[in-house]
């Protein structure tokens, strides 16, 4: 459980959901979540792209306290880049938190350590904050190399970036192989690795960065796992992907995650 932190869930909701779906899934939410429980837990909705406005304005329009996100962007400003989408134009649309180096950008559109550096700073950059992707294969963790995997990554990941960005990151780590899957690490695996991290981070800049970095699992997280990896001492929250399509399934798992930081 969160050492003073905040602990974040976040909902993933991949390339599903057009802009109608979208607004009727956070319309349910703001519906099955009270008010005061964002005192406990923040909450951030990844949109795809096009659904992103129609979020924005109602989230203004009604006052909620659910954090805009997006899945990616580029790490140029602007440019000859079609079809991408600028770092600049998500911080206009009050977009707070973006994803980078998810594992399905990096196996299905060959985003490399470099590249997912590059988002980082760029995303910094724009006073928003990374949500860093890291995690192994189910073929890395057999041969035992899943903690020089995920560390390699977060190293990459952070690479010259100042000690405040730092503090202010998230970093989620999602074993490639419980993505969507329906297998989930158990919670004392999301703790070994989460901790790992976190000492890692330690290491490379000061216990007091280390302490303030939120760092969440990810990876097949249902309402009923929710609470168990909510009680690891280095599991600071969710990055959910297929339960965050299902408001009630969603509302659950961030109300467990408020009642665990109470
Ligand atoms: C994800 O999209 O990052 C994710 C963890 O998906 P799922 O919860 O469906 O495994």
Redesign the pocket.
Known sequence: MPDGRVPLISG?W?MNLDHFEALRNLQKLAWLLPKDVYERVDVSLHPPFTDIRTLQTSIEADRMDVLLGAQHCHHEVSGAYTGEVSPAFLAKLDVKLV?CG???RRELFGENDEIVNAKVKAILAHKMTPIL?VGETLAEREAGETEAKVLGQVAAGIAGAKKDQVASMVI?Y?PIW????GKTATAQDAQDVCGAIRRAVAASTDASTAGSIRIQY????KAGTTAELMAQPDVDGA??????LDPDEFAQIVKIAAGASS
């Open positions: 993933n991949k994803i998810h594992s399905e992707c989620a999602e419980a993505i969507g899957t990810g990876g097949s997280v990055l959910v992907g297929g339960a965050s």
